[in-house]
C-alpha cells in the first residue's frame, strides 16, 4: 500500500454501507479521484465534515485497486458551509461542481488549471466577492476554454471577420458576422457581448458594472453554450436561482 498527499476540492459524495461514503476528489496533482472514507459517516469520525462538497482540503490518500482510500484530512478552505446555507451560492456551486466533474473525465490525470479554476471560482462564491450569478458565467466561460473551447465575443467565431457584432451561435463558437449567421443566431445587445468578454477575461469592475438585464441576456447564452459543446445537459443548471 503506498500513501501520496495532495491538495483537493471535493465535487461529490455518496454513502457506501453503514458508515463509509465515496468521495470525488478534483485534485491538484492526480486530477480526478474517486476514493473511500471510512467510517466518516459516524459522529465521532475526526474528519468527516471535511469531506463535504465544497470543501477544499489537504489529503493522505492511499491507492487500492479500485478506489484510494483517504487516512487524513487537514481543512484549508471550509467554503462547505457558507455555500450550503445560501440557496443561490449553492445552486451555482453545484454548477460548477458538475461541470468540473464533467470536464476532467479521465481518473488521475493531472488538470491542474481546471483545479485553480474551480478553487477560486468557490472560494469567490463563499467570500460573496462578486454576484453569484457573475462568478458561475465567468467560470463556466473560463472552464470551457481551458478545455479547448474557448468562445469569441468579438470576431466572428467561423470566418474571424474582425468585429464587433451583432448575432451569437453557440454552435458556431460565439460571435458571428452577418455572411457567416446561422439562422436561430441570437441577437445580444452590444453590453451583452462586453459583459461576456469581461467574464472571459476576468475584467471584474467591468463586469460588476454591468446591468442586470444584460446578465440575465449573458447567463442564458453562458448556458447555450455550455450546454452545447459539453453535449448533455447539466443537471444542477435549471436548478440556479439567479439574482
Not at 493522505?60 to 481543512?75: K, P
Not at 481546471?114 to 467570500?127: C, D, H, K, N, S
Not at 445580444?188 to 469592475?205: I, M, Q, R
Amino acid at each position: 500500500m503506498s500513501l501520496y498527499r495532495d491538495e483537493a476540492i471535493v465535487l461529490r459524495t455518496h454513502a457506501l454501507g453503514e458508515a463509509d461514503r465515496i468521495v470525488t476528489l478534483l485534485t491538484r496533482g492526480h486530477g480526478k479521484v474517486r476514493a473511500v472514507g471510512k467510517g466518516v459517516r459516524r459522529t465521532t469520525s475526526r474528519f468527516g465534515s471535511r469531506l463535504e462538497p465544497f470543501m477544499h482540503v489537504d489529503l493522505q490518500l492511499s491507492t487500492g485497486r479500485s478506489l484510494d482510500v483517504v487516512t487524513q484530512a487537514e481543512t484549508i478552505g471550509a467554503y462547505g458551509r457558507r455555500v450550503g446555507e445560501d440557496y443561490t451560492l449553492y445552486t451555482a456551486g453545484t454548477v460548477m461542481l458538475e461541470t468540473a466533474e464533467r470536464l476532467v473525465e479521465a481518473e488521475h490525470e493531472p488538470a491542474v488549471p481546471q483545479y485553480w479554476l474551480l478553487v477560486g471560482a468557490v472560494r469567490a462564491l463563499a467570500t460573496r466577492e462578486h454576484s453569484p450569478g457573475l462568478v458561475l458565467d465567468s467560470y463556466l466561460l473560463r472552464a470551457l476554454a481551458i478545455a479547448g473551447w474557448a468562445p469569441s465575443f468579438t470576431d466572428c467565431a467561423r470566418c474571424g471577420e474582425p468585429g464587433p457584432h451583432h448575432a451569437f451561435a453557440p454552435a458556431v463558437g460565439g460571435a458571428v458576422c452577418g455572411a457567416c449567421r446561422p439562422p436561430g443566431a441570437a441577437a445580444p445587445a452590444p453590453e451583452t457581448f462586453a459583459l461576456l468578454a469581461a467574464l472571459l477575461s476576468g475584467d471584474w469592475p467591468v463586469a460588476d458594472a454591468s446591468h442586470e438585464r444584460h446578465r440575465v441576456e449573458g447567463n442564458g447564452l453562458v448556458a447555450a453554450f455550455c450546454q452545447f459543446h459539453l453535449e448533455r445537459r447539466l443537471r444542477s443548471l435549471p436548478m440556479v436561482e439567479r439574482i
